[in-house]
């Protein structure tokens, strides 16, 4: 069974940086790309960043193009989300997720973990 | 406002059959295939339909999708109230180069 559990999140301050994990179980890790996805509260869902299986080729959103890194660690089985120059709007809860096939095709998501970004 | 629209509301009673609409351009449904999600209140999505039709093991049969041209279309038969969820497509944007979402659409059982 898959099993994404992330962890890393928290309040913090306009402008400042969070690193949030996702730590996978159930699956070969290092054989499927993988995804953070989030949404602002009462919010729809928005696609913020994927990576490649071998972590070769990564993926953003434009609204986090520049201060968000994807990463991930095949021999430890973690997702990070490296989030820098936080804003307001970034507040929302993030999704680890993994693809049935490809980059994006048919996500399986993890529990989610609250970022809140607020002074 | 969202790449895909998708109504921000539907509703049917228990047993009917609804159908949640999400309209795109050739640059995302046009040309890739279409995926559903259903969040149920204060849970994270769950993944219903990929590659336009497909269920994933355990997903109800009662559950199918289908895709035309720029538009796709998830169906709910033999409506229970336990499918009182938000339902959202994605798919991939050729000129984005990244995941687009509908906006969701809030199903209501009556």
């Known amino acids: 069974e898959v099993q994404l559990l992330e962890s890393g999140g928290g309040l913090v301050r306009p402008g400042g940086s969070l690193r949030l994990s996702c730590a996978a179980s159930?699956?070969?890790?290092?054989?499927?790309?993988m995804d953070w996805v989030r949404q602002a509260p009462g919010k729809g869902l928005e696609w913020v960043s994927a990576?490649?299986?071998?972590?070769?080729?990564?993926y953003y959103a434009d609204s986090v193009k520049g201060r968000f890194t994807i990463s991930r660690d095949n021999s430890r089985n973690t997702l990070y989300l490296q989030m820098n120059s936080l804003r307001a709007e970034d507040t929302a809860v993030y999704y680890c997720a993994k693809p049935t096939r490809g980059i994006t095709v048919g996500l399986d998501w993890g529990q989610g973990t609250l970022v809140t970004v607020s002074s | 406002q969202s790449v895909l629209t998708q109504p921000p509301s539907a509703s049917g009673t228990p047993g009917q059959r609804v159908t949640i609409s999400c309209s795109g351009s050739s640059s995302n449904i046009g040309g890739n295939t279409v995926n559903w999600y259903q969040q149920l209140p204060g849970t994270a999505p769950k993944l219903l339909i990929y590659d336009n039709n497909q269920r994933p093991s355990g997903v109800p049969d009662r559950f199918s999708g289908s895709k035309s041209g720029t538009s796709a279309s998830l169906a709910i038969s033999g409506l229970q109230s336990e499918d009182e969820a938000d339902y959202y497509c994605a798919t991939w944007d050729d000129s984005l180069n990244g995941v687009v979402f509908g906006g969701g659409t809030k199903l209501t059982v009556l």
């Open positions: 990576i490649r299986d071998s972590g070769g080729s990564t």
């Open positions: 159930g699956f070969t890790f290092s054989s499927y790309a």
